[in-house]
Structure formats: C-alpha cells, structure tokens
C-alpha cells in the first residue's frame, strides 16, 4: 500500500490547481478515490458515519450481478453448440461464452467510463460510482451477436442521453442501461430481435441441427405457449435470449445478495412479482377456452421464469434513482410492472419483451406515484387530531 | 407502570467508552466563560463590564429580543475578559472565580406550590433560570408570553453513549421534585413526563409525585426514543402556531435548586465518554468550566475529537474551549483522517453499517471503536428509505428534505416541519449513503421558516 500512497502523492500536485494537469482533476480524484477511500473526516453535524458508501452499494450490485454474468457465458457457449448438436465439455462452454461476452463488457466499460470522465473534467464534477453497475448491466441485457461498436453506441447513449443531460447519476429519471437497450431495440430491430440470440459461429465439420429455431420463448410463446422450453429449463436459463436473462435462478442469488445487504428494495422485486402472478391468473380466467395454446393459457408462474422477467425485477426495477422513492410507493409501481409486462406480453407480439417497456413506463410513472403517495400522507397527517 | 409506546424504528449505535457509574465532583477551573452563542438566536446585552465583581446567579447578558430572558454567571469572581469574534460579535465571558467557596446572589426560598403561576414565571426569570425552558418548534428560549400547548420531559436519552438520567436524577431527587412542581404550574395538567419502558426503571412514579399518571408516559425503542421532540411526536404533535415547551431533566433540577436553596447553583452532572478517554465516568462540574480542566490526564494519546454532546448532534470542542451552558455530556473519539487502501472493497468486519454490505453484521453484539472519517464521499441522493428505517415518526424524512431545499414553505408545513428538530434526524445523516448534512439541512429549513413563514 505505501508505494501506493507514495505513487498518489507524488502525483497529487500536478492535478491540483495551479498543476499542470489541473483539468484532468476530476480524473485524478476518481483514481485516487477508488484507491483509497479518502481520510475525509465529518466536520457538520454527526461525527460519525456509517460505513456504506455509493461505492460500496454499487460494488455490492456488481457482485450481485456475477452469478447472472457467469451462467450468461457458460450459456453463450452452451447455446452455441447445441445449435450445432456437438457436446463439449462445460469448460469449453464455458471459454466459448468467455470469448464472446468479455469484449462486449470491455467496451461497455471502456466507452461509458470514457463518456462519464470527459463529462467530469467539461464540467469539473466528480465522476460518479453509478456506471460502474450501468456498464455491468449494458451487455448482460444484449444478444451475444451485438456488433461492439453497437455496444459502444448504446453506451455513450445510456451516459449522454440517459444520465448525463440531466446533471448525471442521481439526477436521472429513467434506467439508463434499459434506456440504452430501448435505444438501440428501436434504431436497430434487425439486430435485436429475430435471429439474434445465438453465436452461430460456423464449426467446421458440423452444421446447424434441424431442431434449431433461434426463438426464445418468448417468441414461442406467442404463437403456441406449449412451445416453450419446460418450466425447469426456464428456470436454470438453458434456453436462448439476452446474455444475463436467461437464468432465474441466477438472478433469484443475485436478488438474495441485494436483499440481505439492503441495498435492493425487496419490496420492489415482491411487488414485481405479485403484479405479473396477478395479472397471469387474470389472463388464464379470461382466456379464451377454445384456443389451448393461446397465450392467455400460460401458467402465471411462466411469466416469473419467461425471459427477461427476473433479470429486470431483480436488477432494473430496484434501481433506487428511477424507480418510486417513497415506501408505499414501491408497492405500487412494483405492482404494476407486474401487470404491464404481462400484458404486453401477451397482447402485444411486436415487442415480445415486455418487462423492458414496462421498466421504462414506470420509470415515467414513479414520480407521480410517489405523489399521489405523498398527497394521501399529507391528507392522513392534516386529519390527525 | 402505564402501557409502553414501542418505538420499532431507530438505531443503537454501540460503542466503546460507556460512562462507569462514577460520580467525581471536580474543582472549578482557573477561569470560567460563559458563551452566549450557546443560546440560539439570543443577541446578547452585557449587564457587566470588564474589573466588576459577580456573584454566583448574578446575570451577565440578557437577550436583546426579550430582556426579560438573561443569563448569570455560574461563579463569583471577577470579569477578567469579553472574548469577541467577527462584527464584535460576544463569544465568551471571562470570569476569575473566588479561591473560597463561591458566594451567591441570594434569592428567597419558597415552595413553589405555593406559588401562583405569574409568580413561578417571574422568579425564574429574576433568577435566570427562564433559558433552561425551552420550546418547540426551533429550540428556542421559550417565550414567556406564551401559552404552551404542554410542557414535556424526557428522562432518558438514547444516543450513543449517553449519561444515564434516571442514575444522574437519583443524586438529587427533592430538587428535581421542586423544579417539576413548579413546573406544573406553568402549565397545569400538561406537564408530561417520558420514562424509559422496561421494569428496571429507576424512577419510580412515586418519586414524580403531583404528576398525574396519565401524564406519565413510557417509550420503548432504539435511538431515537429518548428525544424529546420524538415523543411529542407521539403524544401531542405541534401543529402550526402550536409551541410545547421542554426542559433537560438535569435543568429541572436546577430549577428545583432556585427554589428550595434560593440560589442559583448550576453545577451539573457531566459523562465523560468514548473510546478515547482512558477511564469513561460521570464528573460533577459547572458550565463554563474550561475542558482542560475535566479532560487533561484522562484522555489517550493520538489525534482525537472532542465533542460536547453526544457524537451524533454535539458540536466540535477543543481542550480550549468551556463547557457549554446545556452541556450533559462530553466524547472523545479519535481523528479518522487517514486514506484507506480500498477500504469500499475490504469485507470489513470492524465496519459499522445498519446495511449488510460489510461483514459486520455478522457480528451484532459488538461495540464499536468509531472513528470521524467519512466512509465515502457527498454524492447526489440515490439510495431510498434509508432514512424511513431510522425515523420513528410519521414524517416523510426524504421528501421534507426536498421541500426544504425548494425552500417551499406550505410544502414543508404540510410534511411537518413544526414537529422536527435536528436531532431528530441525526441517524439519518448517519446512515445516508450519500453522506448528505442532513441536520444542517433541516436546521436551514426550520430556519428559513422561523424567519421567513
């Protein structure tokens, strides 16, 4: 550590004013910060502080996301061989996957990180610990095949349009890492939908076997719901789609990580929940008895494990910053998560993943839950005697 | 023992240097200062001049707003110094105390229940005891024009590492009576008293006597169910135009002493604490008495943080400096100013959060040796109902705070500005990820209302 220190030290006095690297101070503060968590000291108010800071909350959303980010690459790979019909071993699926997804996150780091520090010295603030779970989440809600330079895209997009335009992390009002996928869902469908999900890198020697579809579920599953891959398989994510969405159990680890730290809201990813196994139940009483396969017929806990369901209840929809700030308010817009994404699921087979727009629809919404929350409080409050 | 209101919400902070129950009476320090700027928002008068001779309960300043309202000199002696700041601003008021025992303006010893309600009024003000009722909301001087809605006291306090009243209290229980009785008559039937719930108690209610049951209130509960502000909140919450008044129970007894000795006898019982000071006990003091004086040989060594008041609200203090008027408790805890090499990244089981996101909590019964560093950075507001979790009121903590900073006046109004002090909030700075002031965000808003609404 001390050479460390030293090394900072030395170099502190170029960055400060008057140095000769003045400007590229907020640079030089984010390095040292993320060395060394500063010897501040309180000097208003507590002296004493608890020990969590953004920092920490962020670190802690990494390390949820982990168990998504390796099941994804072992996945990437897995998916690939199957399309080919060869069996190789799980460390081979695992380095395929390794191969294919470790340059997407490079980039997604590299480029968005890049944006957030020439935002920090233009305007002489202090580069935010936000992107450090942006940058995580960007490709782990991509297709494998994305382009890279897509991926940059997507990420200078997420911290421009998504962040920083509004005074940067903190200031936001919608998911910038869902924000970057809408964007680039939009501007270039050919690349996000169809065909997409699966590295079909030719193996010499091999061909595509007939059972490949390429669909994901959630494509099957708006023509005939008894397409889908078993619940089971659902469940452990041995199915095509994003890179980190497949498995539920993975993010069911990842959601015990947030809750237990108290950095996740539970009441959020609960909410989510009870909205879509509501909404899945109302769908089956009204479904249409004469069409079995329709797609009101799904078991609602099929939309609990169907494509992207978990990864967003678990790490998009508990995004502090966007989502409703107030206690009563995260029910609701929980809630309604739940239902929307199942409704445009269901109703809605241009844009088969649902739990994206529905994210984003109630991130527009969270303010104004929160104050209708905050009207009824202030009525409850003006009543008591 | 009435019903217990339980407070679910709320924080202990545990950590080292918890008084031991040991009461050591101190001499008086060479020179004793009086500091106006302990009383918030009186501008002082001088009523002395630099050469005269004090007696003990002789008043030295009085408020310009309300003359009535002054303050006395804790000591006999001489006035050797006015210490002035900025703008000849009135920071301290030097005193050379007698060598002898201290001699003290004499004052009739009477009953107060004896006594009418103009006339309880009147000696506490000529004895100048009136600064030690205080009202809220703002925590002012209460103004004794005023009609309180209730007078309330707390005795027990939840903050970390606080002085044990109810074993403080035991020490002198006919005067807290007489300062209680003469209390009730400023307002009769609404004097409330909140008692720590729990069979251990050592204030009986029979030692609170003239004090109807009913007006007996138990709390249970972590920090902060000993603020008094808190169980307002709970009994009687001030509305707009609504003022309560509230009294330190060591105050009360002060009181008490004006009537049953006839004289102004300020002495008070202070705890020494934290993980600095080699032998945390209680120490009888005055105010005004320099630091030095209680803390020279007791503390370690290293760079440390003396604080007078508990290490949640107390303000930052020197050895220099002078024990503040309403002062019950001082901490020293050491200086965290060195960087930490990945310290966000380490699993931290010496760490102290109320998140799970340091190994820690693993390890709940643990007391902590905290120091002042930051943990971190000021950052924008992100995480969300931290602050819910360690407020027991019904106040949204989060959404008052941005009403404040939109300096909305009927917004604030509506979220309960009236029924908050700082304190109140001091566990939310505490936890705040962001590491935002909160405390002085709330003390600019009440502020901002006081002058401004």
């Not at chain 1, 809201?265 to 989510?272: D, F, G, P, T």
């Not at chain 2, 008084?19 to 302990?38: G, H, Q, R």
């Not at chain 2, 006999?76 to 050379?96: N, P």
């Amino acid at each position: 550590m001390k050479p460390i220190r030293t090394l900072v030290d030395t170099a502190k006095p170029h960055f400060h004013k008057g140095g000769r690297f003045e400007k590229l101070h907020p640079a030089f503060d984010a390095l040292e910060t993320f060395l060394f968590v500063p010897g501040h000291t309180t000097h208003n108010g507590v002296h004493i502080r608890d020990a969590m800071d953004l920092k920490r909350a962020m670190f802690t959303v990494i390390v949820a996301l982990t168990p998504t980010l390796l099941f994804g690459m072992w996945n990437v790979g897995y998916q690939h061989y199957q399309a080919y019909g060869m069996q190789v071993s799980f460390v081979d699926n695992f380095l395929f996957g390794a191969q294919r997804v470790l340059p997407i996150v490079i980039v997604s780091y590299a480029v968005g990180l890049g944006v957030e520090f020439i935002f920090a010295i233009l305007r002489g603030h202090q580069v935010s610990e936000g992107y450090l779970v942006t940058g995580m989440l960007i490709p782990l809600i991509l297709p494998v095949t994305i382009p890279l330079w897509m991926v940059g895209l997507a990420a200078i997009f997420c911290t421009v349009l998504g962040k920083e335009i509004f005074g940067g992390t903190g200031m936001n009002f919608m998911n910038p890492a869902l924000l970057a996928r809408a964007f680039l869902f939009f501007a270039f469908p050919a690349y996000m939908t169809g065909d997409v999900w699966v590295d079909l890198t030719p193996e010499p020697g091999h061909a595509l076997v007939d059972a490949y579809s390429g669909a994901t579920s959630l494509v099957a599953f708006d023509t005939n719901w008894t397409d889908m891959p078993s619940a089971w398989r659902q469940f452990w994510g041995f199915e095509a789609g994003s890179i980190g969405e497949t498995s539920t159990f993975a993010c069911l680890l990842g959601a015990l990580l947030l809750i237990g730290t108290g950095v996740g809201s539970w009441k959020i990813i609960v909410a989510c929940c009870l909205g879509a196994l509501g909404m899945g139940l109302l769908m089956n009483v009204l479904a249409p008895a004469d069409i079995a396969n329709h797609a009101m017929h799904t078991p609602a806990y099929y939309h609990l494990l169907m494509g992207g369901f978990a990864f967003g209840a678990v790490y998009m929809a508990t995004d502090p910053v966007s989502a409703a700030h107030t206690e009563r308010g995260k029910w609701i817009y929980g809630i309604l998560i739940g239902v929307f994404t199942v409704v445009l699921r269901v109703f809605n087979p241009a844009y088969p993943e649902g739990v994206m727009l529905a994210i984003l629809l109630m991130n527009v919404f969270a303010p104004l839950i929160d104050h209708v929350v905050v009207e009824q409080h202030i009525k409850t409050r003006s009543k008591r005697a | 023992m009435g019903k217990a209101i339980k407070l679910r919400k709320g924080y202990d902070i545990n950590l080292v240097g918890k008084a031991e129950y040991v009461l050591t009476p101190l001499p008086m320090s060479d020179v004793v200062a009086i500091k106006p700027t302990d009383f918030k928002s009186v501008v002082p008068k001088l009523m002395v001049e630099v050469g005269q001779e004090v007696l003990a309960g002789q008043p030295v300043f009085f408020d310009k707003a309300n003359p009535a309202i002054k303050v006395a000199s804790p000591v006999s002696g001489e006035v050797a110094e006015i210490v002035r700041g900025e703008k000849r601003r009135i920071l301290e008021i030097r005193i050379i105390p007698d060598r002898t025992d201290l001699r003290y303006l004499p004052y009739p010893q009477v009953d107060p229940i004896g006594l009418s309600r103009e006339a309880i009024i009147e000696r506490l003000l000529e004895g100048s005891c009136w600064n030690y009722i205080r009202q809220r909301p703002y925590t002012l001087i209460a103004n004794p024009e005023d009609i309180p809605k209730g007078i309330f006291i707390s005795c027990f306090d939840t903050a970390p590492l606080a002085p044990d009243i109810e074993y403080i209290l035991d020490q002198e229980k006919e005067s807290f009576q007489a300062g209680l009785a003469a209390l009730q008559k400023l307002a009769p039937g609404r004097l409330h008293i909140s008692l720590r719930g729990g069979a251990d108690n050592k204030i009986r209610e029979t030692d609170l006597a003239g004090i109807p049951s009913e007006n007996i209130h138990y709390f249970q509960g972590p920090h902060p169910a000993g603020n008094v502000g808190v169980q307002i909140h709970h009994l009687s919450p001030i509305k707009k135009d609504e003022v309560v008044w509230y009294v330190q129970p060591q105050d009360v007894v002060i009181i008490g002493r004006l009537f049953r000795e006839g004289r102004y006898r300020a002495e008070r019982v202070v705890a020494l604490t934290g993980s600095c000071v080699q032998a945390p006990q209680y120490f009888r003091v005055l105010p005004g008495q320099k630091l030095s004086s209680i803390l020279d040989g007791r503390l370690k060594e290293g760079k440390l943080r003396i604080v007078q008041g508990n290490i949640l609200t107390g303000a930052t203090s020197s050895d220099d400096d002078f024990l503040s008027h309403y002062c019950n408790q001082l901490t020293v805890v050491p200086e965290g100013d060195e960087p930490e090499f990945l310290g966000w990244l380490l699993p931290g089981v010496d760490k102290l959060s109320l998140s799970r996101t340091y190994f820690s909590w693993l390890f709940p019964k643990r007391t902590y040796q905290l120091d002042t560093n930051m943990h971190g950075e000021e950052r924008a507001f992100v995480m969300t109902g931290q602050y819910d979790q360690v407020l027991p009121m019904d106040i949204m903590p989060v959404m008052l705070l941005k009403a404040i900073l939109a300096k909305d006046i009927e917004r604030m109004e509506q979220l309960g500005i009236y029924e908050i002090a700082e304190e109140d909030f001091a566990l939310c700075e505490f936890v705040c990820t962001s590491k935002i002031e909160v405390q002085r965000i709330i003390s600019e808003g009440l502020e901002y209302v006081r002058t401004e609404g």
